[in-house]
């Protein structure tokens, strides 16, 4: 990826899940109860977020809906998105998935015109109130196709599949439970600790407080890090071998250095980061994206 990214997220004003749906004389859902962004479209724009945090850009969202659907827009973009487009047309009142689809990539192509979208972000759903997030990620990568088709998303399933598949994961079960506990940590430790910092708005509604949570996540961050330094303590790569955990822990080194931590001072860190700039599939990644350490 070269340069900055244009991501646009389509997104939708919903009736609120955790209220009672009720139907209209045409089979259509009432939309005159309570109506929220909808809470797979939230993931969408978060993941476009992460993105625009890690190689800049902008997130641009895209819906169709009444005028009412503005509101949906505004609370993606209080989560830090950079601008909306709504389409909105009486006659499209009532529109299935098809032609909702044609309209948003006939809004979306129209826009390629001037400055064609790097990805686009959509998300799927099996019935409804039962948001995935495979959709989404499958638009930038962080899904795939498994063997029999289906998407698989999220680092913590989809790291242990490819290590499996291509030889590049623990095989024995000690090894395997402590590799799943790397990239639970990684997962559910790091990263958002991370995301206070870059994203204080997912935490808190009042600006004041942003400060002290970006303060609060960089240190919990940093000691993190340290915390990955002794992990490497006397070890070449975070499993005894080379292994999909190591490129996933490259890129909060990388996060330490952009946020000018002294990542130096992480010794063995250090030394695992220079291990992992020498290998070619890296170093074309980091000249790709631009990124420094």
């Not at 950079?82 to 098809?98: F, K, M, S, Y």
């Not at 990388?254 to 992992?276: C, H, I, Q, S």
């Amino acid at each position: 990826m070269t340069g900055a990214l244009k991501i646009v997220v389509t997104v939708k004003q919903v009736p609120d899940p955790n209220s009672s749906l009720t139907l209209e004389a045409d089979n259509t859902l009432s939309r005159e109860k309570e109506v929220v962004l909808d809470p797979g479209d939230e993931c969408g724009v978060e993941e476009g977020l992460q993105l625009k945090e890690a190689h800049g850009g902008e997130v641009v969202l895209v819906s169709m809906g009444p005028e009412r659907a503005k509101d949906a827009i505004r609370k993606a973009l209080s989560m830090g998105a950079d601008r909306g487009v709504l389409i909105t047309d009486p006659q499209l009142a009532g529109a299935d998935a098809l032609l909702t689809a044609r309209v948003l990539a006939a809004a979306i192509t129209r826009a390629q015109k001037s400055n064609k979208p790097s990805m686009i972000a959509c998300k799927t759903t099996i019935g409804y109130g039962a948001p995935t997030r495979a959709g989404t990620a499958k638009a930038h990568g962080e899904a795939l196709g498994a063997d029999e088709g289906e998407p698989l998303a999220e680092n913590t399933a989809i790291l242990p599949y490819l290590g499996k598949r291509f030889g590049l994961w623990p095989k024995e079960p000690l090894a395997d439970a402590k590799a799943l506990s790397l990239i639970g940590f990684f997962a559910a430790s790091v990263h958002p600790a991370h995301a206070h910092v870059g994203r204080p708005e997912r935490y808190a509604t009042d600006p004041s407080a942003y400060p002290t949570l970006k303060e609060t996540g960089l240190k919990t961050f940093h000691g993190y890090l340290k915390q990955i330094d002794a992990r490497l303590a006397g070890r070449e790569w975070f499993a005894d071998q080379y292994s999909v955990l190591d490129p996933y822990g490259f890129v909060f080194y990388t996060w330490g250095v952009r946020r000018e931590l002294p990542m130096g001072e992480l010794k063995n860190y250090t030394a695992f980061k220079d291990r992992m700039v020498k290998r070619p599939a890296v170093e074309r990644v980091m000249a790709d994206e631009k990124i420094k350490v």
